[in-house]
T-cell receptor
């Protein structure tokens, strides 16, 4: 069974640009979550999607958005990039529908904003 | 905001020794999970313990959960150099059907050969 696939693995962007990150969950998983990891703030929850609906959102500005497609693949977008957006962005998928379960994480996208 | 706080922040031991990491959290949970991360890569799920369980084992891993103290511990027995990684506890406090993990800042474990 293929794991969670995140693309691209590395990305360098300039301040003010926008970026789109992609996540393909494990086949059959309908819940996809996104997390930001930085040395200072640690792992922070961004948002969670289930069946194309955003069910939960973390405490991030509106520049951070996401969506989920009918095949459960998800994308997150960050507009007007700031230096502080440099981070490892992790996507996780889960087979459960809110009853709690294990998450499978992708290898992440390392975003560097210069 | 961080829900869990791991203790210690860093731990250095010799191969063969046991490693114990602790985690405290603040609110009611559905379950608590432990993950491992190698050098800024993705997180690997280690073990999940539900709020109505007190102890769980998986291979060389033993997890305990004390909901009255809002704390958990992860014990790795007979450690190996390959166990060198950062370990995170995460609480699943999703409500209304949503799923959300809240992570602690992690314990960086170094196992010296």
């Amino acid at each position: 069974k293929a794991g969670v696939t995140q693309t691209p693995r590395y990305l360098i962007k300039t301040r003010g640009q926008q970026v789109t990150l992609s996540c393909s969950p494990i086949s059959g998983h309908r819940s996809v979550s996104w997390y930001q990891q930085t040395p200072g703030q640690g792992l922070q929850f961004l948002f969670e999607y289930f069946s194309e609906t955003q069910r939960n959102k973390g405490n991030f500005p509106g520049r951070f958005s996401g969506r989920q497609f009918s095949n459960s693949r998800s994308e997150m977008n960050v507009s007007t990039l700031e230096l502080g957006d440099s981070a490892l962005y992790l996507c996780a998928s889960s087979a459960t529908d809110g009853t709690g379960g294990r998450y499978t994480f992708g290898s992440g996208t390392r975003l560097t904003v210069v | 905001s961080q829900q869990g706080e791991e203790d210690p922040q860093a731990l250095s031991i010799q191969e063969g020794e046991n490693a114990t990491m602790n985690c405290s959290y603040k609110t009611s949970i559905n379950n608590l999970q432990w993950y491992r991360q190698n050098s800024g890569r993705g997180l690997v799920h280690l073990i999940l313990i539900r709020s109505n369980e007190r102890e769980k084992h998986s291979g060389r891993l033993r997890v305990t959960l004390d909901t009255s103290k809002k704390s958990s511990s992860l014990l790795i027995t007979a450690s190996r150099a390959a166990d060198t990684a950062s370990y995170f506890c995460a609480t699943d406090a999703g409500q209304g059907g949503s799923e959300k993990l809240v992570f602690g800042k992690g314990t960086k474990l170094t196992v010296n050969p």
